[in-house]
């Protein structure tokens, strides 16, 4: 059973991979095509990293609002294209790789996911306790990604151009974004874990970013995705994720299902309308297409991993009897059972 070939660990394959990639790749392809891949993969490894192949593409449009369209008000020029087009060209990169990715840029190459995800494991490896959000507390905390989107992404580096906040505020999200942190490290660079104290902005905001690190640190060893759970690029998925051929596919109906929840057991990300709603309905915002769900389902086709009409990967209860043997849905380990003990040899 070591052996069995399953998507979770096909995934874990794709996500070292891009953790690899995105945080040493400049270093590996060079300048020039490391300024390529930049412009066409979101990779959350940040510009704070100095070895990195991508930059998170919530830079440039923080940059952009801050640079261009603030400064351009102040300065109480004609709004044009000159403006415009930077800004435009920034987001349809950006939708552009959603199109061919959409959520699963969440589930298989955030290099921050991927790190959350790897400490879980030690978590379980360590038969540490799990905790998770219960379906009736876990819409408490859905709403924080769409604030942090609004208020850190868009709404202050906009202010900064206007000249009503702080400098460094011109990429608030980013002074705080835990990946920062996680992407440096790897390259055993600390610089980004130290705090600022050139200013007290920039002393709250690297101290934040600081807390924030440590409190997702030591969450992931008994939460899955505990960042995950507000990152602002969930929430801009969110927003795309209807019109992308990419997506989590659900039968309008069966009797069967939502009567054993191991697709809601098995989510990261606590998402219990999988097991209770049908059609497009399942397909939640907070969604990774991590693909879990689908490896857990018995239900023969209930529920599929989809690129436009083709499925990539359907729910099997074959598949999931023997993916049950290598963990449980919420990823701890199965309990082994003791080989009964010899008969004593008749006298």
């Given at each position: 059973?070591?052996?069995?070939?399953?998507l979770s660990?096909?995934?874990?394959?794709?996500?070292?991979?891009?953790?690899v990639?995105?945080?040493?790749?400049?270093?590996?392809v060079g300048?020039?095509l490391?300024?390529?891949?930049?412009?066409?993969?979101?990779?959350l490894?940040?510009a704070?990293?100095?070895?990195?192949?991508?930059?998170c593409v919530l830079?440039?449009l923080?940059?952009?609002?801050?640079?261009?369209?603030?400064?351009?008000?102040?300065?109480?020029?004609?709004?044009?294209?000159?403006?415009?087009?930077?800004?435009?060209?920034?987001?349809l990169?950006?939708?552009?790789?959603?199109?061919?990715?959409n959520?699963?840029?969440?589930?298989?190459i955030?290099p921050?996911?991927?790190?959350?995800?790897?400490?879980?494991?030690?978590?379980?490896?360590?038969?540490?306790?799990?905790?998770?959000f219960?379906?009736?507390?876990?819409?408490?905390?859905?709403?924080?990604?769409?604030a942090v989107?609004?208020?850190?992404?868009?709404?202050?580096?906009?202010?900064a151009?206007?000249g009503?906040?702080?400098?460094?505020?011109?990429?608030?999200?980013?002074?705080?974004?835990p990946?920062r942190?996680?992407?440096?490290l790897?390259t055993?660079?600390?610089?980004?874990?130290?705090?600022?104290?050139?200013?007290?902005?920039?002393?709250?905001?690297?101290?934040?970013?600081?807390a924030?690190?440590?409190?997702?640190?030591?969450?992931?060893f008994?939460?899955?995705?505990?960042?995950?759970?507000?990152?602002?690029m969930?929430?801009?998925?969110?927003?795309?994720?209807?019109?992308?051929?990419l997506?989590?596919?659900?039968?309008?109906?069966?009797?069967?299902?939502?009567?054993?929840?191991?697709?809601?057991?098995a989510c990261?990300?606590?998402?219990?309308?999988?097991?209770?709603?049908f059609?497009?309905?399942?397909?939640?915002?907070?969604?990774?297409?991590?693909?879990?769900?689908?490896?857990?389902?018995?239900?023969?086709?209930m529920?599929?991993?989809?690129?436009?009409p083709?499925?990539?990967?359907?729910?099997?209860?074959?598949?999931?009897?023997?993916?049950a043997?290598?963990?449980?849905?919420?990823?701890?380990?199965?309990?082994?059972?003791?080989?009964?003990?010899?008969?004593?040899p008749?006298?």
């Open positions: 059973m070591s052996n069995f070939f399953t660990r096909i995934r874990m394959s794709v996500q070292i991979v891009m953790l990639f995105t945080v040493y790749g400049g270093a590996l300048h020039y490391s300024d390529k891949v930049t412009g066409a993969l979101p990779a490894s940040c704070y990293d100095q070895q990195n192949a991508g930059y830079i440039p923080q940059h952009q609002l801050h640079h261009r369209v603030g400064e351009s008000i102040v300065r109480a020029q004609q709004f044009s294209f000159d403006y415009v087009i930077p800004l435009a060209f920034t987001m990169t950006f939708l552009a790789f959603f199109v061919v990715l959520k699963a840029f969440c589930g298989w955030c921050l996911g991927t790190v959350q995800e790897l400490i879980y494991k030690v978590g379980r490896r360590l038969r540490l306790p799990v905790r998770r219960t379906q009736a507390t876990v819409g408490r905390i859905r709403p924080y990604k769409w989107l609004i208020l850190l992404v868009l709404v202050l580096p906009l202010m151009g206007l009503y906040t702080s400098y460094v505020t011109g990429d608030a999200y980013c002074q705080v974004c990946s942190v996680v992407t440096t790897l055993a660079n600390g610089e980004q874990i130290a705090v600022n104290t050139a200013d007290k902005t920039a002393f709250a905001f690297s101290a934040a970013r600081s924030i690190f440590g409190f997702i640190l030591i969450l992931a008994g939460m899955r995705q505990p960042f995950c759970r507000v990152c602002p969930l929430a801009l998925h969110a927003v795309f994720r209807r019109i992308v051929p997506r989590l596919a659900k039968k309008e109906t069966g009797d069967k299902c939502g009567k054993c929840k191991a697709c809601y057991q990261p990300m606590d998402i219990h309308e999988v097991a209770f709603e059609g497009s309905k399942a397909f939640h915002a907070d969604c990774t297409m991590c693909g879990r769900c689908v490896e857990f389902c018995p239900d023969d086709g529920l599929a991993l989809k690129l436009g083709i499925p990539l990967f359907t729910a099997s209860a074959a598949y999931m009897k023997a993916r043997k290598i963990d449980k849905p919420d990823g701890t380990l199965p309990n082994k059972k003791k080989p009964a003990a010899n008969p004593s008749a006298e």
